[in-house]
């Protein structure tokens, strides 16, 4: 019933809402540059943060998760461009997910005051991003990959493949041949 209540107060405020979706004691959230699909549950204490405008620079952000997705309490998401989470894609705790980078190109200015810059964040369906990842601007992680605990994920990963470390890298890779997941070099071919 809560959950209903929730949605039924909700609904107008995103640029879509699917169906029995629900987000739980967000700390932060930006409805109107969120598209959520159906069956999406957000455990409590989320900032999902469409950024428009940063010393004097607006942002068209863009948040899109998809069908299914289920994500743990203390999610950091910030956008100022485009995130996209694919359907069925399971976030565990305390992950990080931006496109947005802080430079500090101007030694003049505080880090906080230069202009931000964005790339586009996009992670495939099926995907399962455990506790502590933090995602990076520009990376791309393909469908039905595993991104171990604690990792730093920054550039573009293939589908079907195993992703850790800080900076994360490829060190499993699922072999259609023998039905297997096989240890990989960093580019992901078989060893």
Same mark, same amino acid.
């Given at each position: 019933m809560k959950r209903r209540i929730w949605? *039924? !107060?909700?609904? &107008? $405020?995103? %640029? $879509? *809402? #699917?169906? %029995? /979706? !629900?987000? =739980?004691?967000a700390l932060i959230i930006t409805p109107s540059c +969120?598209?959520? #699909?159906?069956?999406? !549950?957000v455990q409590p204490n989320s900032r999902i943060e469409g950024v428009s405008s940063y010393e004097g620079v607006v942002f068209l952000p863009e948040i899109y998760i998809d069908d299914y997705c289920t994500i743990q309490q203390n999610l950091h998401l910030t956008c100022g461009s485009s995130v996209y989470i694919g359907k069925n /894609?399971? +976030?565990?705790?305390n992950v990080t997910i931006t496109d947005i980078n802080h430079p500090y190109e101007n030694i003049h200015l505080p880090i906080e005051k230069q202009p931000l810059t964005t790339a586009a964040v996009h992670i495939g369906d099926d995907c399962k991003l455990y506790n502590n990842v933090v995602v990076l601007p520009g990376t791309f992680? #393909? %469908?039905h990959?595993?991104?171990g605990a604690n990792s730093v994920v920054s550039g573009k990963f293939p589908d079907f493949v195993v992703i850790v470390g800080a900076p994360a890298r490829i060190i499993k890779r699922y072999c259609f041949e023998t =039905?297997? &997941? $096989? %240890?990989?070099? /960093?580019?992901g071919e078989f060893i």
């Open positions: 949605y *039924l !107060f909700n609904f &107008w $405020k995103f %640029k $879509k *809402l #699917g169906s %029995k /979706t !629900f987000i =739980k004691n +969120i598209s959520i #699909g159906d069956h999406v !549950f /894609t399971a +976030i565990a705790a992680i #393909g %469908k990959c595993v991104v =039905k297997q &997941w $096989k %240890k990989t070099d /960093t580019d």
